[in-house]
């Protein structure tokens, strides 16, 4: 059966099942990735009117916080040399960005891979490397880590996070749950959150299979979640990166842009001589309250609005001049819409 094939039938059995369930239920995609794939091929075009599909805090850079971004800039301001992924070069922090930071004469790296860090930290000794991402990129910062190189974590764990959404202001009938991070904590993690879920991978195909499954669950009443991605899903997840990740970090509060402070959703440096955060206390003690802005990304991270509802959405905030967290990344709900012409 070719793919085309495979899709309608998904179709079909999704128009069949969001019938017999017979009211309006919303799913929730967790994943950057999933967003992208369902924008750019029209997804929540094709589905029931009464499935609505929102997009949640899926993409790691949307979450970070104000106050980790003006952590690592008063670092580089101070002196201390800091590296950072592309991404997080160009999100604003309360007063500017890591980008502006370098202008202004901090000392900024932009990288591309730990390698990469690794070799900066053998020129400067000092370096911060800022760890930022779900359990998918959390791995990398452990190996930097293992290097001798000092980290900054504002990694974030995904279960948590679909806790705090579920009991939120939206109510959220079923998620979506990121393939990704998945095949790092496996299927077991998420059982502690008692929603239908199904782990979905990322063509159009696997997606509308992921959303076939999931108003199935949530027809028959079953707050169970589903590997949906098994081609790349085991259920015990990859033990050895979990391993790395246990002997490296530990599970700590943790603050979300958007969703507040989360218990136990956040990774933090065992080694406080690696732990920046411990380091450089008193440094960071400096920094400032974040100031607030027009900008909506909070509610947008929760799925209370769509990027369209921002006032500052294509006018003052754009892929070339982002005022918003969730218009830098390309995992950002807001860029997606932009980049798709919504």
Not at 169 to 176: M, N
Not at 215 to 237: F, Q, S, W
């Amino acid at each position: 059966m070719d793919e085309r094939n495979v899709i309608d039938g998904h179709l079909e059995r999704i128009r069949e099942t969001a019938a017999d369930i017979g009211r309006d239920i919303t799913l929730m995609e967790i994943c950057g990735g999933h967003t992208n794939v369902i924008m750019r091929y029209g997804i929540r075009d094709i589905l029931p009117k009464n499935i609505r599909l929102i997009s949640g805090p899926g993409c790691p850079v949307c979450v970070t916080s104000q106050r980790d971004i003006d952590c690592m800039i008063e670092l580089a301001m101070s002196g201390i040399p800091v590296a950072t992924y592309g991404d997080m070069m160009r999100v604003p922090g309360s007063r500017r960005s890591l980008e502006d930071a370098k202008a202004g004469g901090g000392t900024v790296y932009e990288v591309y891979s730990t390698t990469e860090v690794v070799e900066l930290g053998k020129k400067h000794p000092g370096i911060v490397f800022f760890g930022v991402g779900f359990e998918t990129t959390a791995p990398m910062t452990a190996y930097l880590l293992e290097n001798g190189v000092c980290a900054y974590s504002a990694h974030k764990l995904i279960p948590p996070a679909l806790a705090a959404l579920s009991a939120g202001e939206v109510k959220v009938d079923g998620f979506i749950d990121p393939g990704h991070v998945s095949t790092i904590i496996g299927v077991r993690p998420y059982r502690a959150v008692k929603v239908p879920q199904v782990i979905s991978g990322f063509t159009p195909e696997r997606i509308l299979r992921g959303i076939m499954l999931l108003v199935g669950l949530i027809r028959d009443g079953k707050d169970i979640v589903v590997n949906g991605y098994p081609e790349a899903v085991k259920e015990e997840g990859n033990r050895k990166a979990q391993r790395l990740l246990d002997r490296h970090f530990y599970k700590a509060d943790c603050d979300w842009r958007g969703l507040g402070t989360i218990p136990k959703s956040g990774l933090e440096v065992r080694d406080d001589t690696l732990n920046a955060k411990i380091l450089h206390k008193k440094l960071l003690e400096k920094v400032p309250a974040p100031k607030k802005s027009g900008c909506r990304c909070a509610e947008i991270l929760k799925g209370l609005i769509e990027p369209t509802q921002c006032p500052l959405y294509k006018k003052t905030c754009t892929p070339e001049n982002p005022r918003g967290a969730c218009m830098v990344s390309g995992e950002g709900s807001c860029a997606i819409y932009h980049r798709y012409g919504k």
